[in-house]
């Protein structure tokens, strides 16, 4: 007797014997017939084998996520008809300190999650897919969570963001998907590294950014830790004008970088980009315009150096107003600090040396753990730095502007109650 010729309750109480799926499925494929009893018994063997597990084991049942990953909208009902359960949260995940570091879609990334990593949401699954409808599904109909996050870190909408995904990322930002600070794992220290615009502007998803700004988002913000780098920023260093112009009518501020030394306009002067520098120079700090300054003097950049100068940039740091004070003594950077003069003098370029100071360098300012001297001296004058470096007609041209050896208590020359500007007078005791 064949297995085909046997009735069907027998047939369904051999299936419910059988536990393995793959060995259901192959059966359930056999013939129409069977597929009409099996495949019933495939579903809900499935579904038990998840049903009641906590959310931290994964993303439910295998044919839910299969049905998530491939957008199969027939799948996914079956699987819950067949007694599915799919958890409304991600799994709750462990992070460990990764050294090596990695890299996650542009992002520099200093942790993981800690093994075992369970399995994916259905919902992550259907975002890299771009399937709407199950997207749909599974947070109208199941109630599952918006702001769901991958194996990788990435939320829903920065998954929507990375896979181009437009409709998707629209719809999940109607219904209230983060993206002002970005991925937050609950109960861990990890850091936030990145948000959705800074994955779009890395990406170079215009249609991305455009849609991230209809929805509010602050283009000031690059991400919740200090060493976070903001859109406008990370425009500014890909050198794209056009964001950067639409980054600026959409409200951005140079002026309010996250940090100085990252600063649009020191990303703009990095690449020689003087177009880039002039539509972000009027908004920028003077301590950003002369941190610009040091930067295009070591470059040997003479025309930047001009353009900077021509518009407003103090050729010294202890010449800014009083909300730009200078960094104390100690301060870690020490070579974005050091005044322009002395990047110039430490690089040899006379002709940059001239303009400084016909600019209005002080030529006795000091320098203090100028830390890539190329000389041993690490603290002194400019004087000093070009008499070790044996450069003779920057040597000559500072002493004839003035310029003194004697270095003492920080300060190059600097009178006692008097001007610095006044090379005669006696330096502090």
């Given amino acids: 007797?064949?297995?085909?010729?046997?009735?069907?309750?027998?047939?369904?109480?051999?299936?419910?014997?059988?536990?393995?799926?793959?060995?259901?499925?192959?059966?359930?494929?056999?013939?129409?017939?069977?597929?009409?009893?099996?495949?019933?018994?495939?579903?809900?063997?499935?579904?038990?084998?998840?049903?009641?597990?906590?959310?931290?084991?994964?993303?439910?049942?295998?044919?839910?996520?299969?049905?998530?990953?491939?957008?199969?909208?027939?799948?996914?009902?079956?699987?819950?008809?067949?007694?599915?359960?799919?958890?409304?949260?991600?799994?709750?995940?462990?992070?460990?300190?990764?050294?090596?570091?990695?890299?996650?879609?542009?992002?520099?990334?200093?942790?993981?999650?800690?093994d075992p990593v369970p399995p994916p949401h259905p919902l992550c699954l259907a975002a890299q897919g771009g399937h709407v409808d199950i997207i749909e599904f599974l947070l109208d109909v199941k109630g599952c969570d918006v702001n769901v996050t991958d194996q990788r870190g990435l939320s829903l909408l920065e998954i929507a963001v990375v896979h181009g995904h437009v409709q998707l990322a629209e719809g999940l930002l109607r219904r209230g998907a983060n993206q002002l600070s970005g991925r937050q794992l609950t109960g861990s220290l990890a850091k936030v590294v990145s948000s959705p615009m800074q994955l779009a502007v890395l990406l170079g998803k215009l249609d991305m950014m455009r849609l991230l700004w209809d929805y509010g988002v602050r283009v000031n913000i690059g991400g919740p830790h200090r060493n976070s780098t903001g859109p406008l920023e990370l425009a500014a260093r890909i050198g794209d004008v056009e964001l950067v112009e639409l980054f600026l009518s959409a409200g951005a501020r140079p002026r309010y970088a996250v940090s100085d030394t990252e600063c649009a306009l020191v990303q703009a002067v990095m690449r020689r980009d003087e177009k880039i520098a002039s539509l972000v120079i009027s908004d920028s700090t003077c301590m950003q315009k002369t941190i610009a300054l040091t930067l295009a003097a070591s470059q040997e950049d003479r025309q930047l150096a001009r353009f900077l100068l021509a518009r407003g940039t103090h050729p010294d740091f202890d010449d800014l107003e009083y909300s730009d004070v200078h960094c104390p003594k100690g301060y870690a950077d020490t070579w974005h600090f050091a005044s322009p003069l002395a990047h110039t003098v430490n690089e040899g370029h006379a002709h940059l040396v001239q303009l400084l100071v016909e600019s209005g360098a002080d030529v006795n300012v000091p320098f203090e753990g100028f830390e890539k001297s190329k000389s041993s001296r690490q603290t002194g004058s400019v004087l000093q730095l070009a008499m070790e470096l044996g450069n003779r007609d920057i040597v000559s041209f500072l002493r004839e502007n003035g310029a003194q050896e004697e270095w003492r208590n920080g300060y190059a020359g600097a009178p006692s109650g008097g001007s610095k500007s006044d090379p005669n007078a006696s330096p502090h005791a």
């Avoid at 419910?16 to 099996?38: G, K, M």
């Avoid at 579904?47 to 993303?59: E, L, P, V």
């Avoid at 990953?69 to 359960?85: P, V």
């Fill in 1 to 114: 007797m064949s297995l085909n010729s046997l009735p069907a309750e027998i047939l369904q109480q051999i299936g419910e014997y059988i536990t393995s799926l793959s060995t259901l499925n192959a059966i359930s494929r056999a013939n129409c017939r069977f597929h009409l009893i099996f495949d019933p018994l495939l579903y809900a063997q499935d579904a038990q084998r998840t049903r009641g597990q906590s959310a931290s084991a994964g993303g439910g049942a295998a044919a839910v996520r299969w049905a998530a990953q491939y957008g199969l909208m027939r799948t996914m009902q079956k699987s819950l008809e067949g007694g599915s359960e799919i958890p409304s949260r991600g799994p709750w995940m462990h992070v460990v300190h990764e050294p090596a570091g990695r890299t996650v879609y542009g992002v520099r990334v200093d942790w993981r999650f800690r």
